[in-house]
């Protein structure tokens, strides 16, 4: 089992929609979780960062952390073509490794 | 503010040749590390370092080789470039390992 599921879609969905992106992972000693943007060609982009759980939100993203069943969210609300890309979620426990999903593909239609 | 450089951008390189991907950080942080990208298989940690002189390998580290000299700067050497090794390279760094990870505009290297 991998330490960190991600569904890679791919994603399309109209401008204006909200979008939902998802993980799953399976080690409870994770306590910091990252989504990352990553536009084609270029390298990860740090979007959110969250410690333990809870909600954070930024503008128009939105993270989710559910440490009891081992989940985590993104949302985007009023979605721009310009937030076509793909997005990776990322964890680790402190002093330990990064752990990365594979990414999802998200496109946003105009 | 520069933040993780990495050089060059391409690269292409014949079976059998050696090179090393270069990356700086400006953010003084302690932790280094560098991933490789394939299609369907996300990043894969290849060496990472917790500091000047302390180095370590990750999940994919055969054919590379590194070192720490400086707090700034974590060159990877492909020591017989493989075709195998053709894949998108990433350097990231991090003020403590496990915290928030900072990545370079990455390399994308081929090997024919």
């Known amino acids: 089992q991998k330490e960190v599921e991600q569904d890679p879609g791919p994603l399309s969905v109209p401008e204006g929609a909200i979008v939902s992106l998802n993980c799953t992972y399976s080690n409870s000693a994770f306590q910091y979780f990252m989504w990352y943007r990553q536009y084609s060609r270029k390298g990860p982009e740090l979007l959110m960062y969250?410690?333990?759980?809870g909600n954070k939100e930024d503008g128009r993203f939105t993270a989710q952390v559910d440490k009891s069943s081992k989940y985590i969210s993104l949302f985007i609300r009023d979605s721009q073509p310009s937030d076509s890309a793909t997005y990776l979620c990322a964890m680790s426990a402190f002093g330990n490794q990064f752990y990365f999903g594979t990414g999802t593909s998200l496109t946003v239609i105009p | 503010n520069a933040g993780v450089t990495q050089t060059p951008k391409f690269q292409v390189l014949k079976t059998g040749q050696s090179m090393t991907l270069q990356c700086a950080q400006d953010m003084n942080h302690e932790y280094m590390s560098w991933y490789r990208q394939d299609p369907g298989m996300g990043l894969r940690l290849i060496h990472y370092?917790?500091?000047?002189?302390?180095?370590d390998q990750g999940e994919v580290p055969n054919g590379y080789n590194v070192s720490r000299s400086t707090t700034e700067d974590f060159p990877l050497r492909l020591l017989s470039a493989a075709p195998s090794q053709t894949s998108v390279y990433f350097c990231?760094?991090?003020?403590?390992?496990?915290?928030?990870?900072?990545f370079g505009s990455g390399t994308q290297l081929s090997v024919l």
């Open positions: 969250t410690y333990s759980s």
């Open positions: 990231a760094s991090s003020y403590e390992q496990g915290r928030k990870l900072f």
């Open positions: 370092s917790v500091g000047a002189g302390i180095t």
